[in-house]
Structures are given as structure tokens and as C-alpha cells.
């Protein structure tokens, strides 16, 4: 009989230390699982936070409009508009021939791609171009203090009347590019100023070299207005 109960007690015993590994398991994977969907909840998670700035870049949409600041402040004659141009992709006499305006303006670009801008103003000095990173909050420029330490900052392009061209009316004011080695693809602010001051930005798109080459007006237009 003692042998008996000897036996029944070691199997019950081994019973118990199964049971209490089985628990443990199942403490575990819950755990598991909570964690890994706090983190995503939390946007902590460095590919999520990637994936979401990304998807912001791609929901910003281009107008061809530029965006004029505080005009009750300054003078209209400043900026009535501007002819934008480029020297890879588009036709000369049509998606580069533009009329000067601030509501169908060229803003798609290729990086390494020559673009040229023949504004519409009465200020033959003192106006620059700043090329920088999309911002989704644009009152930011209203009272910048523009430097080349800006965050975003990518380049800028002094504008002035050249008065030194054998026919300075239909010659460019000032042209940059963006080198494909040190940018990205991707939406980027033009904002125009004048003595430091922002007078309008437009919003504008830059993709890869040669992505655009091939593409007729028409196609390029339909791109602007996606």
C-alpha cells in the first residue's frame, strides 16, 4: 500500500511541474504579443516611423499655383509671376514657354536637370530662390530667417535682371540645379524672397534622372496636376 501511494504521489508531483511549464509558456507568448503591439501602436518602431513620413511625402499635392505671403504687406509689383524652365525635359516652345504666371507654374523637375527662372517683376535685385524639403506647415516661412543651416535646405538662386545680356528681356534671371548625388527624390518648397523676406512658395517635385525623359508635354502637364 505504501508503494502505492509512493508512486501516486511522484506522478501527481510530475503532473504539477508539467502544468506549471505550460502556464509558464503561455505567460510568455502573451507577453510576447503585447509588447509587439504596444510598440506599433506607439509608432516607436523605426521602419513604421520611416513608412509614415513616406506616405506623408506622397500625399502632397502640386497646384502649379504659387502661394503668395502676406500680400497686404508688400508691394504686388514684387513677384506677378514667373516663368520657370528646364533643360532636360519638356519642349522648348511649350512646357518651357509658359507663360509668366502664379497659378500654372512649372513644378516638376528632374534632379540634374538645368531649371531657369524668368520672373515677372518690377525688383531688378534682392530676390533669391530657396530650395527646400516640403514643409506640410507653410506658415513657417512667414517670418524665416533663411540660411544654408536651414533644416531641409538643399539650395538657392539669386535672381537678378541681366542687364549684362545682349537681349536681357528674354534672357533667364538665374538657374540652379540639384545634384542627384547629394538629394533625393521627392517634394520640395521653391520660396521665392525679397530682402530676406518670403513673398510665395511653390511646391514642386523632383524625380530621378531621366525618369521624366521621353514624355511629351501633354504627359508632363497630366503629371503636374495628378
Not at 506549471?20 to 509558456?25: N, P
Not at 504687406?73 to 512646357?95: C, P, Q, T, Y
Not at 535682371?161 to 545682349?166: H, N, R
Not at 542627384?180 to 523676406?197: A, H, L, R, W
Request: aromatic share 12%.
Amino acid at each position: 500500500m505504501k508503494k502505492y501511494i509512493k508512486v501516486l504521489s511522484l506522478f501527481l508531483a510530475l503532473v504539477m511541474v508539467l502544468s506549471l511549464c505550460a502556464c509558464s509558456a503561455k505567460t510568455d507568448d502573451s507577453a510576447d504579443t503585447t509588447t509587439a503591439a504596444d510598440v506599433t501602436e506607439s509608432g516607436d518602431v523605426a521602419d513604421d516611423t520611416t513608412t509614415a513620413s513616406a506616405n506623408n511625402a506622397e500625399a502632397a499635392k502640386l497646384t502649379g499655383k504659387i502661394n503668395i505671403i502676406n500680400p497686404d504687406d508688400k508691394d504686388s509689383a514684387i513677384l506677378r509671376g514667373v516663368r520657370i524652365g528646364g533643360l532636360s525635359v519638356g519642349s522648348a516652345e511649350g512646357f518651357n514657354n509658359k507663360e509668366a504666371s502664379l497659378d500654372d507654374v512649372r513644378c516638376i523637375f528632374e534632379l540634374g536637370e538645368w531649371i531657369e527662372f524668368y520672373p515677372d517683376t518690377d525688383a531688378e535685385y534682392a530676390l533669391r530662390v530657396w530650395i527646400l524639403k516640403h514643409r506640410d506647415d507653410q506658415e513657417y516661412y512667414n517670418d524665416c530667417e533663411f540660411s544654408d543651416l536651414m533644416p531641409g535646405f538643399a539650395q538657392y538662386c539669386d535672381l537678378h535682371y541681366p542687364v549684362d545680356e545682349e537681349n536681357p528681356d528674354s534672357w533667364y534671371w538665374g538657374s540652379f540645379y540639384l545634384n542627384q548625388d547629394e538629394c533625393e527624390p521627392g517634394y520640395y518648397d521653391f520660396v521665392f524672397t525679397y530682402e530676406g523676406k518670403a513673398i510665395g512658395v511653390l511646391q514642386t517635385r523632383f524625380y530621378n534622372a531621366g525618369e521624366l525623359s521621353g514624355k511629351s508635354d501633354e504627359e508632363l502637364e497630366a503629371l503636374m496636376h495628378e
